[in-house]
């Protein structure tokens, strides 16, 4: 009778190895990762879809950086389901399974704009080398970057290097402006401040309200939708999203697409597709950590 | 296991056709809908011999010219009847490099046995059942040979897709001696053979066991490679030194209805449910496998074709899954499907709602929880030369599902298309070439899906052969 495991866990070589990791804010962790044909393409607003391990899930993740010279990228993870949480438990050293992109079309960037980027929680990794490529050819470029609360804030540095102003809010006021990154654009446009572009990319309340905020202002407002992936390619249509009343796959047609035209609704109810699985396959999994660690302190 | 068994009988071709056709022992319906191994359980060595013997040895054998690839098929039933499996699986692999995949999944019934000249009188020779056997017998004796290799070249090719039609490319460009790379999207060689058909119909060892063998001859495979995105076509030639590049990058664009309510949760291509299912192994989810896959009780498959049985037939095997429907808008003689999968399909209780047409999704609170659908009935034949599915008025009802697949075709994937300029492509996004296989970009070949449109795996096999052919000519005369 043939397995029906299918093929033997025979790839032992894992070719991704994780160079560095560092432990940032609220369950967000840095990862630079050795991926030398990813590097050579690279641009912003792509990502990645990676794998930790034979029998893994394939997740995408929106590339923050990378290094030429090293060969590596760096992404920024929050760890919040199974894999992502097994991802926290690697360390510099270990390697991940697959690691492959660039995925996505590349974020458009034009001379001549005052470009105001939002960035909520660990989206602010993502609009990083996007604010930069604006940055590199001159224009004006202004990050409103936000979080729960002082301490869960995260590359205020990185994003101060690239930007001609970050503005800051929290929502308990810890530090910068109290309230939303949508609070400090509000006031921004309704001073009507000089602005061409806004990036918004975070959870998805936050891209909707940033939306409905510019959209009276006409102002282009451009967004980075997430969707449930898996191939990365446009085979499968897991990532389907409407904008604009027509059917799109965000792994190739997107990532970003104008916010004025995004069925955020609908984008809100896909994310939910595996919300049940996803719960049952951590229940099972914090079950076995629990256990490991029963029998590890047993052990003592 | 014996390499010869003495049963090497002197017989007249009328007792040959006397013996009757042998169907191979099969795992019981009821029982394999619970489970993922595989359907057909193969030949025993007595039982091949037996089959072998039915063939009458043509003077004028029409199965060769029956077979896309064209198999030396009288010779390798010569040498199975004489119980020389070693011979037999030679003689096969001299012409076609995947025989325990073509074995399981061609459509031998519209080819090779078609066309066999007993079947004018009796039952053809069953030459898939015997090819699957002498495959099988060859892996398990691992006495497998690997073809002697032309000396190097020095010739560099890459190859784009590791489905069938980029496999069979890649083996033969090794063969004769040059340095040959696959690059492939996906995180496992062998497209739709690992991604699209189920492991109960084709064990994944075994399109791994034949990726091996390649790889045995020389063929480096680079997985997590998406051509387009991590490198182009003019970047693989220009910087990267290959001389010449093939396509075979399949019919990977999953077609929607435009009907209302096709975005609900729970509505799939059958691309995405059978991607989750096969190539991450969704059906040891949670245990042993972390790719959630769907959960509900009652699943509608709509289409007709070998993608909605296989999708029909997974479904089926999923322990929660109590009632599951084909939903198709011809009658039973329509259906692109292979014969048996149909009748495998209907053995293990599925059930086929013909002559129907979804006409929208029904949801409750983004979720699916029904399809509408209509009755239909046929016309006069179209442009494909079937009867025309015509909606009957008032016919509509509702049917109860929190899954629907639609698996009613896939388009091509645009991304080699936009990322190599000058490359000609129809209104369909297929790529247009030759009968070799050349593309109207010099150096560059295409061949299976990408050029024909959703097809099968034996044509990729010989298109992927042609363009190795044409390949290397045009890199010998290379300077
Ligand atoms: C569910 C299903 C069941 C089927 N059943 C049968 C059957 O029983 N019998 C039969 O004969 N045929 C069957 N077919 C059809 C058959 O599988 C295909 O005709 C055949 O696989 C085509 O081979 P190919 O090599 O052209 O492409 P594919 O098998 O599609 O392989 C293409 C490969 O290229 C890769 N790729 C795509 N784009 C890129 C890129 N840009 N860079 C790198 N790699 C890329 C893909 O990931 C894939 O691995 C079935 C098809 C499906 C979907
Ligand atoms: S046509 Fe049939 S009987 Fe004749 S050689 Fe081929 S398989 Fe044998
Ligand atoms: S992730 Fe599969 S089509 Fe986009």
Redesign the pocket.
């Known amino acids: 009778m043939n397995n029906v495991k299918g093929f033997p866990h025979n790839q032992g070589v894992h070719v991704f190895p994780i160079i560095e990791k560092n432990d940032l804010a609220a369950k967000v962790y840095r990862y630079i990762i050795k991926a030398p044909n990813i590097v050579k393409k690279a641009k912003a607003g792509q990502f990645v879809i990676l794998r930790l391990y034979e029998d893994g899930e394939r997740i995408p993740i929106t590339l923050a950086d990378w290094d030429e010279a090293r060969g590596t990228i760096t992404l920024y993870v929050q760890a919040v389901g199974k894999t992502t949480i097994m991802m926290s438990m690697m360390k510099a050293g270990d390697s991940l399974m697959d690691v492959v992109g660039p995925f996505g079309v590349p974020s458009h960037v034009e001379k001549g704009k005052t470009f105001v980027a939002l960035g909520g929680g660990f989206g602010i990794a993502a609009i990083h080398p996007i604010v930069r490529a604006h940055r590199v050819i001159g224009n004006r470029t202004i990050s409103i970057i936000g979080a729960r609360s002082k301490e869960l804030l995260i590359m205020e540095n990185e994003m101060r290097a690239v930007s001609d102003d970050v503005r800051i809010a929290t929502d308990d006021g810890s530090y910068g402006t109290k309230g939303f990154v949508t609070t400090i654009l509000k006031s921004m446009l309704e001073k009507n401040e000089p602005i061409d572009v806004v990036l918004a990319i975070g959870p998805v309340v936050m891209m909707k309200a940033v939306s409905d905020l510019t959209k009276p202002y006409g102002v282009q407002t451009l967004v980075s939708l997430n969707p449930i992936m898996m191939d990365g390619?446009g085979?499968c249509g897991a990532c389907r999203v409407v904008v604009g009343n027509k059917m799109q796959f965000a792994c190739v047609d997107g990532p970003e697409f104008n916010g004025h035209d995004v069925d955020f609704e609908l984008l809100t109810a896909r994310q939910k597709m595996y919300s049940p699985q996803e719960k049952i396959s951590l229940e099972i999994f914090e079950k076995i950590c629990q256990t490991q660690e029963q029998r590890e302190t047993a052990a003592w | 296991m014996t390499d010869k068994i003495d049963t090497q009988r002197k017989l007249t071709n009328k007792e040959r056709m006397k013996i009757s056709r042998h169907a191979m022992p099969e795992q019981d319906p009821l029982e394999r809908a619970k489970n993922f191994f595989e359907v057909p359980l193969g030949y025993t060595p007595e039982l091949a011999i037996e089959e072998a013997e039915r063939c009458i040895q043509c003077k004028n054998p029409k199965c060769i010219e029956g077979c896309p690839v064209n198999v030396k098929i009288p010779q390798f039933i010569f040498h199975v009847a004489m119980g020389n499996f070693e011979l037999a699986a030679q003689t096969l692999k001299e012409t076609n490099a995947l025989p325990a995949v073509c074995g399981r999944?061609?459509?031998q019934e519209e080819q090779c046995e078609i066309v066999c000249n007993i079947s004018a009188k009796v039952e053809p020779v069953a030459i898939g059942r015997l090819e699957r056997f002498v495959a099988d017998w060859e892996r398990a004796s691992r006495k497998i040979s690997i073809p002697s290799l032309a000396p190097p070249t020095g010739r560099k090719i890459a190859v784009?897709?590791?489905?069938?039609?980029?496999l069979t490319c890649a083996g033969d460009l090794a063969k004769l001696g040059h340095t040959v790379t696959i690059?492939?999207?996906?995180h496992k060689?062998?497209?739709?053979?690992v991604?699209?058909?189920p492991e109960f119909?084709l064990p994944k060892q075994i399109v791994e066991a034949e990726v091996h063998y390649l790889e045995k001859m020389g063929v480096q495979i680079q997985c997590d490679?998406?051509?387009?995105?991590t490198r182009t076509i003019d970047e693989l030639m220009n910087e990267d030194g290959f001389d010449a590049v093939f396509i075979?990058?399949?019919?990977?664009l999953p077609y929607f209805m435009g009907i209302p309510g096709e975005n609900l949760n729970g509505v799939y291509s059958?691309?995405e449910f059978?991607t989750r299912m096969n190539l991450m192994k969704g059906f040891e989810f949670p245990n042993h496998a972390d790719t959630p896959v769907p959960m509900a009780k009652h699943f509608a498959v709509i289409g007709g074709g070998?993608?909605a049985m296989?999708?029909a037939r997974t479904a089926r095997r999923l322990p929660w899954a109590e009632k599951v429907y084909i939903v198709y808008r011809r009658s039973h003689i329509e259906m692109p499907a292979?014969k048996e999968?149909i009748h495998h399909g209907e053995e293990e209780g599925i059930e086929f709602l013909l002559l129907t047409n979804p006409t929208r999704f029904l949801g409750d609170n983004g979720w699916l929880v029904a399809m509408e659908c209509q009755k239909m009935e046929l016309g006069e034949p179209d442009a494909s030369g079937r009867r025309k599915p015509i909606p009957i008025a008032g016919s509509e009802f509702v049917l109860s599902v929190e899954a629907a697949i639609v698996a009613t075709g896939?388009g091509s994937?645009p991304?080699?298309n936009k990322t190599t300029p000058g490359l000609a492509a129809n209104k369909y996004g297929n790529i247009i070439a030759d009968e070799t296989g050349k593309t109207s970009r010099e150096g560059v070949w295409a061949?299976?899906?990408?050029v024909i449109g959703?097809?099968?795996?034996?044509?990729?096999m010989g298109a992927?052969k042609k363009a190795a052919a044409a390949m290397h000519e045009y890199v010998m005369a290379k300077k």
């Open positions: 390619t085979m | 999944v061609c459509p784009i897709g590791a489905g069938p039609a980029g690059f492939e999207a996906l060689p062998g497209g739709v053979l991604y699209g058909i119909r490679f998406v051509v387009g995105m075979g990058t399949g019919a990977g059958a691309n059978l070998n993608t296989d999708a292979r999968e896939n994937n991304l080699i061949g299976g899906d990408i959703a097809a099968t795996v034996i044509k990729a992927g």
